[in-house]
């Protein structure tokens, strides 16, 4: 969320109406009977080889297979016993009182949440508005409270505004895109509700969010997971938005690499961090997106034409990415005594990338047990840092092997201090910091080191660190992160963001009851108290992906 976004919302064509325009129907799939399946049953995700090009089964008797609502994992996660078994800490009726307080109507129906409610501050800036990437956590807990119209309404709402043609100046955005944001405007005279939606033409940069359509599948999946109403998912208009946000991503063009090229700020990072080419959250979200895609997409013409581009980039990326993302303390050795200007296929230095570049607080960072996806890999380039949510991605999606995951949970244990500290979790580690901050950032004062995005804390992203243990085991790690969190966030107002080497202090800019904060705690509380709830954003590992070949081995093979 970038606290520094203009008020208004500049009056170009992807700013029109809706008022002024036949709304999309929503009673028209609302109304729609859900399917009545049981809720326990086990999670069964399909193989890439079923999907393979030539696959005949029909769509519906793999959808069947493919959701099991109120998601039992597949990993022997039961409900836990012990959910009915002890008083609620009094912090969560303050949080759902404080996430209904933020709910946002559109003629009379439920349709997201604004980003925060401060009214302490005296500017309001975008925060007024309901962003796609904010509204995920807020969604998947009205998801496990039971309560799943306001999803609904959200997915139906946003892929109306993606029909919506989008410019910036006077250049066109791929029709796919979805809005990084959109604000309902109430005229009390008239008695109208109006859309205004931005695809990034008022974001700081001008940058469209790549991130946005991802989620906006994720999300689709979750609630089909949860409710058990396949109709919405199996609608021609999810299924045209689906492959719109894909046809966007899997164009071929001049690129090497399976992985997604882009630009700084396009994603939960908004502001100019250094994260351009291939950064580690867009490239886990992008594989989970294709996952989740493939589960609903149906076999028709147009779908399987998709679906065969989706299984051909899923095996290319998740190779490309457990090969050369990685870094555990051998591979981190094997890059110290790399050979350069390496040249033809049997190069182990694959892209050129200089021993002496390794930053120094590396070698002191790698644990000799643990390991996690570095934030970038290109040309001659390897951002070292960690990145909490591209990490927690890659284990709820199972780019990670089963392997990677607990490494990366290792890696966590290891180094709480730097990752967790005071308040969970760090969003990057470490903070840039003198020289590297004014041309890394470009001098931006609000990230300055150890704040915001240049190594702060963001609570919202206790929900992701919770779900990932569970996943792997761990559920006593996230214990430990909700028991810090408790000590403070209903005291200090539900920030946005901490502060400091630790996380110790109230972010310098951070807006109190930051709706994210809110529901990304309540997540996190009820999925450890019932991990059944974790089915419904957790994706089992492919069992027939290829393995992990080694680095030596020819790049053709």
């Not at 109120?70 to 008083?87: I, L, Q, V, Y």
């Not at 901490?498 to 529901?519: E, L």
Request: hydrophobic share 40%; net charge negative; proline share 5%.
């Amino acid at each position: 969320m970038d606290g520094t976004k203009e008020m208004g919302l500049r009056n170009v064509s992807s700013t029109c109406s809706i008022s002024e325009m036949d709304d999309f129907d929503l009673s028209r799939l609302l109304d729609k009977p859900r399917l009545n399946i049981e809720r326990q049953r086990s999670f069964d995700e399909r193989s890439l080889s079923e999907l393979s090009i030539g696959l005949t089964r029909g769509g519906l008797d793999i959808y069947e297979s493919t959701y099991s609502p109120g998601g039992r994992s597949g990993f022997d996660t039961p409900a836990s016993s012990t959910r009915n078994s002890f008083e609620p800490h009094p912090m969560v009726a303050d949080a759902w009182e404080a996430l209904r307080r933020s709910i946002v109507y559109f003629r009379g129906q439920p349709v997201g949440t604004i980003a925060a409610i401060d009214h302490a501050s005296e500017e309001v800036l975008n925060y007024d508005q309901v962003f796609v990437r904010d509204f995920v956590p807020s969604a998947l807990a009205f998801l496990m409270n039971g309560e799943p119209e306001i999803v609904k309404n959200f997915l139906l709402k946003t892929l109306h505004l993606q029909g919506w043609e989008k410019r910036i100046d006077r250049f066109k955005l791929g029709e796919g895109a979805m809005p990084a944001s959109f604000k309902v405007l109430h005229d009390p005279i008239r008695k109208t509700d109006t859309l205004i939606a931005d695809f990034g033409e008022s974001a700081i940069g001008r940058v469209a969010p790549v991130d946005s359509g991802f989620w906006w599948i994720i999300l689709l999946r979750a609630y089909t997971k949860s409710t058990g109403d396949l109709s919405l998912a199996e609608t021609p208009e999810c299924q045209k938005g689906m492959r719109l946000i894909l046809t966007l991503c899997l164009s071929e063009g001049f690129d090497t690499f399976p992985t997604l090229l882009c630009a700084d700020g396009c994603s939960m990072i908004d502001r100019r961090m250094g994260i351009y080419g291939y950064p580690i959250e867009i490239q886990a979200l992008f594989f989970m997106a294709l996952r989740c895609a493939l589960s609903m997409l149906k076999h028709d013409t147009e779908g399987k034409e998709c679906i065969e581009r989706i299984v051909k980039r899923l095996h290319a990326l998740s190779y490309h990415m457990r090969g050369y993302f990685w870094l555990d303390f051998q591979q981190l050795n094997d890059i110290y005594r790399y050979k350069t200007e390496e040249y033809s296929h049997t190069a182990v230095n694959k892209f050129n990338v200089i021993p002496d570049s390794i930053p120094d607080w590396v070698f002191d960072f790698m644990p000799t047990r643990g390991g996690y996806f570095i934030g970038n890999v290109s040309p001659a380039r390897m951002d070292f840092r960690w990145f909490a949510l591209g990490n927690c991605v890659a284990i709820l999606s199972s780019l990670a092997t089963p392997e990677q995951s607990m490494a990366i949970m290792d890696l966590i244990e290891s180094r709480w201090e730097e990752l967790v500290g005071e308040m969970p979790m760090k969003i990057a580690y470490p903070a840039i910091e003198s020289h590297e901050w004014r041309i890394v950032t470009g001098c931006d004062p609000k990230n300055t080191r150890w704040s915001y995005h240049n190594g702060g804390s963001w609570p919202v992203l206790l929900w992701m660190l919770t779900a990932a243990c569970i996943k792997t085991g761990r559920p006593q790690i996230a214990r430990r992160a909700i028991d810090l969190a408790e000590t403070r966030l209903l005291k200090d107002g539900w920030p946005e963001y901490y502060d400091g080497k630790v996380g110790r202090f109230i972010g310098k800019q951070a807006r109190k009851y930051q709706t994210w904060s809110i529901a990304g705690y309540l997540v996190a509380k009820m999925m450890l108290e019932d991990p059944s709830h974790l089915g419904m954003i957790s994706l089992e590992e492919d069992k027939q992906m290829k393995p992990v070949i080694k680095r030596s081995t020819s790049w053709t093979c």
